[in-house]
């Protein structure tokens, strides 16, 4: 007779575990462009949503359980052209200047507090990938590293990335938004 009351209690205490462990991917597609040249860079970020902080200043040092997979293709650029992954990336900043920002729709224009979101003035929030090293706050004092080969690109100034590690062409966030319809999970998760 109390193996048969558990039950009920079981299956719902499964149920509620179930449904707070569940991963929630956030997938943004992504295209910086340099006005000045062909050099661009578009890819992709999955973050785990529930750990993206909206409104929020977040900065992932990575590997981070927050950012699930990047996908990134420098083509144009006078050296530093390639593809990159997680692997490539020791950093990821994506600030909302204070604005809850709307994922539905495209993120570069939405207002903030300050300015609007993407406008490269160092007052209105900040999307970058950091490939040379942890830069905390004082990111951008120093420039890029000025390698040489096809170097992973690098955070140079607020919502602007330069090709090879910083040292080539910079290119400025044109356009951020969520893919249209389902999407499909990244090809590969992290383990652990």
Not at 62 to 73: G, Y
Request: glycine share 14%.
């Amino acid at each position: 007779m109390i193996q048969v009351l558990h039950r009920p209690l079981l299956a719902f205490g499964l149920l509620l575990a179930a449904s707070c462990v569940s991963a929630a991917p956030l997938t943004f597609n992504f295209t910086f462009d340099d006005p000045n040249s062909d050099a661009q860079a578009v890819g992709s970020i999955t973050f785990e949503d529930t750990l993206l902080a909206n409104p929020g200043a977040n900065e992932f040092f990575l590997p981070d359980p927050a950012v699930l997979a990047i996908s990134m293709t420098v083509s144009g650029a006078t050296s530093g052209n390639g593809v990159f992954g997680l692997e490539d990336f020791t950093e990821v900043v994506f600030d909302t200047d204070g604005a809850t920002l709307d994922f539905g729709s495209q993120l570069v224009g939405q207002a903030t507090p300050d300015s609007t979101w993407g406008t490269p003035d160092g007052n209105s929030g900040d999307f970058n990938f950091f490939s040379s090293g942890g830069k905390g706050v004082n990111r951008y004092a120093s420039g890029g590293n000025a390698p040489t080969g096809g170097a992973a690109p690098e955070g140079v100034f607020f919502f602007t990335l330069g090709a090879n590690g910083g040292a080539d062409e910079e290119m400025v966030l044109a356009g951020m938004s969520v893919p249209a319809g389902p999407v499909a999970p990244p090809a590969t998760l992290p383990i652990g």
